[in-house]
């Protein structure tokens, strides 16, 4: 069955430093791969996705993604992370179903707190 | 301009009662859904449908039922509200074409609390 696992419930960084977020899928075929951000309170944001071409993908607010098929893989990193970037990030794969129809699958979230 | 836009926002409820969240989205697209923030943050569909019509429903309880009078718009009605109804509850849509690697695009959330 396909599942998305990130390692890291929670995770404290220093403003300024640089930040990675674990992300590791379960699917039989090519993934499409998905992260997204809730703020406190919030709805969901897409930070970025990746569904062919070149593993590194590049998103919004400075973030980028590799994914990595031989590790099973699609991590998410910063290189200087912001005190705005405290949140709750989901990694997600995507499935698809005949029709052309899709439903996300999401992990369980890694909160990301940010010490000034 | 809000693109996905959810009502109410919060909904504080007793036990037994029936509600209902509304769904709207601006954005053109075809494809409509509800998932599930539990206490814990995780996410799961519950249900989709594409331009009026359902095609994804999960292992749901029929107490659930989400209704599309068109596809701007995808209601999620509960009947006997029970405690482990409470959560977060997330509208998105999609445009169908791009298929699983189409972006979903969430709304603000609906937190329901159920006494």
């Known amino acids: 069955a396909q599942s998305v696992t990130q390692p890291d419930i929670h995770i404290t960084v220093s403003e300024g430093a640089s930040l990675e977020l674990r992300c590791n899928y379960s699917?039989?075929?090519?993934?499409?791969l998905f992260w997204y951000v809730q703020s406190p309170g919030q709805g969901l944001q897409l930070l970025l996705k990746?569904?062919?071409?070149?593993?590194l993908v590049q998103g919004i607010k400075g973030f980028e993604a590799e994914f990595k098929r031989s590790q099973s893989s699609f991590n998410l990193r910063k290189p200087s992370v912001h005190w705005s970037d405290a949140a709750e990030y989901f990694c997600?794969?995507?499935?698809?179903?005949?029709?052309?129809?899709?439903?996300?699958?999401f992990g369980a979230g890694t909160r990301l707190a940010v010490h000034p | 301009d809000t693109a996905v836009s959810q009502t109410p926002k919060y909904l504080v409820t007793q036990m037994g009662n029936d509600k209902s969240i509304k769904c709207e989205q601006n954005l053109g697209h075809d494809t409509m859904y509800w998932y599930k923030q539990d206490s814990k943050k995780f996410l799961k569909i519950m249900f989709s449908?594409?331009?009026?019509?359902?095609?994804i429903n999960e292992t749901v309880p029929n107490r659930f039922s989400p209704k599309s009078p068109d596809k701007a718009h995808l209601n999620l009605h509960i009947n006997s509200l029970e405690l482990g109804d409470s959560a977060v509850y997330f509208c998105?849509?999609?445009?169908?074409?791009?298929?699983?690697?189409?972006?979903?695009?969430f709304g603000p959330g609906t937190r329901l609390l159920v006494l």
């Open positions: 699917y039989g075929a090519t993934p499409y």
């Open positions: 990746y569904f062919s071409g070149d593993t």
């Open positions: 449908y594409n331009n009026k019509e359902l095609i």
């Open positions: 998105a849509s999609s445009q169908r074409s791009g298929g699983r690697g189409e972006t979903q695009y």
């Open positions: 997600a794969v995507g499935q698809g179903f005949s029709g052309g129809y899709n439903k996300l699958i």
